[in-house]
């Protein structure tokens, strides 16, 4: 891998990172006021896959899309303006923090309803095929998701109609508190799902490198030969379901299980890996010092921006 | 003028629209095959292909959300169900996604959806198979339900829901495919929004909804042959948006009103025009509004439980003479509408 490489997935870490722990600093002002879903351990997940997209490949994602919304379109203006309720975030202040979407940066939202997203992702993608053209599909969901009817309905579409996919399941184990063992009569879905036509994809790991390079293949698979695609990510939620802080205390997990994910966190493995192929790490530090930037005058701007008036109420209800 | 059944004027319109553009696709279960829906999509496969008509698995949650995401990239879906009752299934995505998509994420997309849903009645189709549901839909913010009882409708309102830029809901009443009429064969669109009077009266309007219209026709038949009273039948065609103008200005002009759904009354379509009417006519009202619609049942299959649960021209007739103050009619010698005698229409 070159080096541009590896950088710009770090890039795409720090600032998912950083824009996290700016949120964390900031929500007990009490002005972001949308339930927060943090991405927060699972960054790689998104950094890794969507840096293996083309920008105009269509995502769609669940309510935890912090990171693969920043990840996706690299920019955090119009997302703290949306967390922040104004008129200049991605839906005017009407999404919060549930509901991202910029399809113009190939965002093309989030769902609060566990595996909703799934159908229009193969719906894009069947138009995708339907007109020729040489994108792909994508679709990040978390474990909770298999449960629903609608990942079995959605899975069985796309490889009945042999459509551009790419299905990232984001497996952090819990379904809220409820781990997959309390919720599903198998062990893997990757040995469940064998019988589809979809290539199946598995990885346990925070190193966003190896995220990347099976991203890579499989995508470039499910490009050239316009099927789908199954990458299973096995990740660490670092943080509560919702909200900025740690549960350990809650005892519905084992915090020795979080402390070797933290052990790997991607973060450190990557800023690690930079320096020993040769970056000086003041260039690393320049790059993190920008990076801030953008989201010190993200932030300030959103602060300083206007909320919509009353009469946006009934606006874009129907167009 | 020449004229089509209301099952032809449908089909018609879907050719017509998949012809103009590329971007309208079909699917649905049963779309394709040799039944047709009631032979409502013929030759649209054989004419656009099988990537643009569709049969599909039996998933109409996830086709209903695949609709969303085939308009976001741009495609123009027809989804259809031949019964309204399917539709159940499909709630999460039609009322947490479809119909709130946009406004919760910013208001990027055009969402040409339509989704075509037919009414069951009568034969023992029961409480599965005979829904309308028209209310449910038309309670949430964000889609647009429209139920055309004439051939003219049935094309012109549908072309208009294909080149709608937002989800819209068509429920067609299975009766009403055999219902004939004159309409153009040029290509046209009917405003959806836009209620229509069927025949002009002076002394009671009767609002209907899908088939009550027929029911409602034949009511004011009767009326006016036995007791010389002229109804104002109106079609409300769209129940989202309602055309609560034309509604309240009939009743401002007759002063009595019976709103005809084919539905349950409770919490029905029925009482949401009614509210209407209150509102801009409280004091033009000589009566109260009657609320006619289903029994508060689910629907038999036993026929002469069948015949008590669903209301008709007789019923109509009935609560005229009550609210006009009329001596009651014998009905004796007039034929009413069932599906033994299959309904060919007035159209």
């Known amino acids: 891998m070159d080096n541009e490489t590896r950088v710009q997935l770090y890039n795409k870490l720090y600032l998912a990172r950083r824009c996290e722990d700016a949120i964390v600093q900031f929500y007990p002002d009490d002005e972001m006021r949308s339930p927060m879903h943090m991405s927060y351990g699972q960054e790689a997940t998104a950094a890794g896959v969507c840096h293996a997209l083309k920008q105009m490949d269509p995502i769609f994602t669940s309510y935890r899309t912090h990171a693969t919304y920043l990840c996706k379109t690299m920019e955090c203006e119009k997302f703290f303006a949306e967390l922040y309720g104004k008129t200049s975030g991605t839906a005017r202040g009407k999404s919060g923090s549930m509901h991202l979407a910029n399809p113009a940066l190939g965002h093309y939202g989030a769902s609060a309803i566990v595996g909703s997203q799934l159908a229009p992702a193969v719906g894009t993608a069947y138009a995708i095929k339907y007109k020729k053209e040489k994108l792909v599909s994508c679709v990040f969901f978390g474990d909770g998701a298999i449960d629903e009817g609608t990942f079995w309905e959605s899975i069985n579409l796309a490889a009945l109609k042999e459509v551009p996919i790419v299905f990232v399941c984001e497996d952090n184990g819990f379904a809220v508190h409820t781990p997959s063992t309390q919720r599903q009569g198998f062990s893997n879905i990757i040995n469940v799902l064998k019988e589809f036509r979809i290539r199946l994809f598995e990885e346990t790991t925070g190193d966003v490198e190896s995220i990347y390079e099976t991203a890579v293949e499989a995508i470039g698979y499910c490009r050239s030969f316009q099927k789908p695609v199954f990458i299973k990510l096995n990740c660490y939620r670092y943080l509560e379901h919702v909200g900025i802080n740690e549960d350990f205390h809650d005892d519905y997990r084992d915090k020795e299980e979080f402390k070797k994910w933290k052990e790997r966190d991607s973060l450190k493995i990557q800023r690690t890996r930079l320096i020993d192929e040769g970056i000086d790490e003041e260039n690393i530090i320049k790059i993190e010092r920008q990076i801030d930037l953008q989201i010190e005058n993200a932030i300030k701007k959103a602060k300083l921006g206007i909320g919509p008036k009353p009469e946006e109420l009934l606006q874009g209800v129907l167009i | ?347």
């Open chain 2, 1 to 347: 003028m020449r004229e089509l059944t209301y099952c032809e004027a449908i089909n018609e319109a879907m050719d017509q629209e998949m012809k103009r553009d590329n971007n309208v696709i079909t699917y649905g279960i049963g779309v394709p095959d040799h039944k047709k829906i009631f032979g409502s999509t013929v030759n649209l496969l054989e004419k656009y292909g099988a990537s643009r008509c569709f049969d599909t698995p039996l998933a109409e949650d996830t086709m209903t959300g695949f609709a969303l995401g085939a308009a976001m990239h741009g495609l123009k879906p027809i989804h259809i169900h031949i019964r309204v009752d399917f539709l159940l299934l499909a709630m999460n995505q039609l009322i947490n996604m479809l119909s709130s998509y946009n406004y919760a994420t910013g208001s990027h997309f055009e969402l040409p959806i339509v989704i075509r849903a037919i009414v069951g009645r009568g034969w023992g189709q029961g409480c599965q198979h005979s829904k309308s549901l028209h209310s449910y839909f038309s309670h949430i913010p964000g889609l647009k339900v429209i139920l055309p009882t004439t051939p003219y409708d049935a094309k012109g309102l549908l072309t208009s829901a294909i080149r709608d830029a937002n989800p819209v809901i068509c429920l067609e009443h299975r009766w009403l495919y055999w219902a004939t009429g004159a309409v153009p064969k040029e290509s046209y669109e009917i405003e959806i929004g836009k209620a229509n009077i069927l025949i002009k009266g002076t002394d009671l309007t009767v609002v209907a909804t899908s088939w009550m219209n027929i029911e409602a026709i034949r009511a004011a038949e009767i009326l006016k042959k036995y007791r010389d009273v002229n109804v104002e039948v109106v079609d409300v065609r769209s129940l989202y948006p309602l055309d609560s103008d034309l509604i309240s200005g009939s009743v401002q002009k007759t002063r009595y009103c019976i709103v005809a759904d084919n539905d349950w009354v409770a919490y029905g379509a029925g009482a949401e025009i009614a509210s209407k009417v209150y509102e801009s006519c409280f004091t033009d009202l000589k009566k109260p509004i009657t609320r006619i619609g289903f029994a508060h049942a689910p629907c038999p299959t036993v026929r002469c439980l069948e015949n008590e649960f669903y209301p008709n021209a007789e019923t109509i007739v009935k609560e005229a003479e009550k609210l006009l103050d009329i001596e009651p009619i014998n009905m004796i010698d007039e034929n009413f509408y069932s599906h033994e005698n299959r309904f060919k229409g007035p159209f």
